[in-house]
């Protein structure tokens, strides 16, 4: 839903939500430009609907992007534009939390863009970020990344870089992380995420004490003070 402000990072487990996912031209929030979105809506737990399409960026696919999820520029060439787009994905999604892999880094960013250009005003759900949850219940995994996660859970991984084929990956793989918390309560309210990059702030000891450093070091090396 549009709102003046944006929505809130949730910790904490909800039955009720829509995933989605985002392909892109590349991986730059502020010049790149959406490709595909889709969602899943979900009711107790249970996928009920779906959105999907694919969008017309206007504007040539580089062939980096379209070597990782398949989109080419014929594909899209007959595409609507995310203008046309975007108020049929806001009425679909309509107030609901929004779940999604690093969506708080990435996928969101597109979406308050985007938002901002069309309406002026900015995406107002809150959501969920499975990144951020699975770097919390997960801490053995080397990598996090979709399809890692999903061969832990030995989820299908077929399809994956198609928006709606991620949407039905990450939902299961979110479902399969409530059954990692203590309770269905979610994480504790205690659980601190780092400004910069939207990753989990960690406690660790340093040569003049205890500090909070950012899980995804050394590639974001944001640090605060610690106070007991």
Known sequence: MLADKQGRLLTSYVSDYVVFDLETTGISCGTDD???ISAISVKDSI???EFSTLVNPLRPIPYYASRVNGITDEM???SPVFEDVLPKFLEFIKDSVLVGHNIHAFDLKFLYRYCKRFYGRTLGNDYIDTLILSRTYLPDIRHHSLTDIALHYDIDTYGAHRALNDCAMNQKIYE????ESKNTQGLSVSLKICPRCGNILKKRNGKFGAFLGCTSYPDCRYTENFFD
Request: net charge negative; charged share 40%; hydrophobic share 55%.
């Open 47 to 49: 996928p009920v609907d």
């Open 176 to 179: 399969k992380l409530k059954l």
């Open 76 to 78: 899209v060439a007959d």
């Open 34 to 36: 959406i490709v595909e």
